[in-house]
T-cell receptor
Framework: DADVTQTPRNRITKTGKRIMLECSQTKGHDRMYWYRQDPGLGLRLIYYSFDVKDINKGEISDGYSVSRQAQAKFSLSLESAIPNQTALYFC???????????????FGPGTRLLVL | EDQVTQSPEALRLQEGESSSLNCSYTVSGLRGLFWYRQDPGKGPEFLFTLYSAGEEKEKERLKATLTKKESFLHITAPKPEDSATYLCAVQEPGGYQKVTFGIGTKLQVIP
C-alpha cells in the first residue's frame, strides 16, 4: 500500500463551490505539506504543518485553508473555487529532522483539479 | 530572490546515449539538494539527497553530484524507462527550512 494517499485523484467542480482534498500517510511523519503544480511554474508550497497544532502559510495560501485532523491526516480546502485554481495538487510528508535522512519530502500521487 | 534553475528544459536521447542534467541554485545557504523523478500524472519520486560540495550519490544508471552552486544528474546508457521529468529542489537552513523546486528537465529516451 502507498505510504501517502490522496483523495480524490481527480475532481471537476464549478466556480464558487467549496471542495476539500484529503491526504493520509502511514509513514509516521510529523510534517505534512500541500503543494500545487502548474505547467512552467514548478511546485509551489500552499501550507505546511510541523505537527497537529502547528500550521503555517506557504508562498501561495490565498484562497486556501487547511486542517490537520491527526498526525496522519492533512486536508486542503478551497473555500470558493475559481478557475485559476485548476492545477495538480500534491501532499507531501517528511520526518522531524533529528538526522539528515529524515528531511526528505515524500509525495502522494496527486489530485488533478479542474475548476470550470 | 532564491532561485533554482534547471537545464535543459527538455532533452531527447537515443537509448544508450549518456548525458547530464544541470541544476543551478542561488540561495543564502544550502541545507540539502534533492533530486526527484516525476512520471506524467504522478507524484515526484525521491531519488537522492546531497548535502555538501563534492558529494556524489548513485542509483542504477543515475549519478548525482554537487558543487557549491550547482548539481548534475548524470545518466549513463539510458533506457526508455528512464523517460520522465527530473526535478531538483534546494532546502535552506532555518526554522522552516524552505524548499524551492526547479521546473524540471523533461527527458525522453528513444529506443
Amino acid at each position: 500500500d502507498a505510504d501517502v494517499t490522496q483523495t480524490p485523484r481527480n475532481r471537476i467542480t464549478k466556480t464558487g463551490k467549496r471542495i476539500m482534498l484529503e491526504c493520509s500517510q502511514t509513514k509516521g511523519h510529523d510534517r505534512m505539506y500541500w503543494y500545487r503544480q502548474d505547467p512552467g511554474l514548478g511546485l509551489r508550497l500552499i501550507y505546511y504543518s510541523f505537527d497537529v497544532k502547528d500550521i503555517n502559510k506557504g508562498e501561495i495560501s490565498d484562497g486556501y485553508s487547511v486542517s490537520r485532523q491527526a498526525q496522519a491526516k492533512f486536508s486542503l480546502s478551497l473555500e470558493s473555487a475559481i478557475p485559476n485554481q485548476t492545477a495538480l495538487y500534491f501532499c507531501a510528508t517528511s520526518g522531524t529532522p533529528r538526522n539528515w535522512a529524515q528531511e526528505t519530502q515524500y509525495f502522494g500521487p496527486g489530485t488533478r483539479l479542474l475548476v470550470l | 530572490e532564491d532561485q533554482v534553475t534547471q537545464s535543459p528544459e527538455a532533452l531527447r536521447l537515443q537509448e544508450g546515449e549518456s548525458s547530464s542534467l544541470n541544476c543551478s541554485y542561488t540561495v543564502s545557504g544550502l541545507r540539502g539538494l534533492f533530486w526527484y523523478r516525476q512520471d506524467p500524472g504522478k507524484g515526484p519520486e525521491f531519488l537522492f539527497t546531497l548535502y555538501s560540495a563534492g558529494e556524489e550519490k548513485e542509483k542504477e544508471r543515475l549519478k548525482a553530484t554537487l558543487t557549491k552552486k550547482e548539481s548534475f544528474l548524470h545518466i549513463t546508457a539510458p533506457k526508455p524507462e528512464d523517460s520522465a521529468t527530473y526535478l531538483c529542489a534546494v532546502q535552506e537552513p532555518g526554522g522552516y527550512q524552505k524548499v524551492t523546486f526547479g521546473i524540471g528537465t523533461k527527458l525522453q529516451v528513444i529506443p
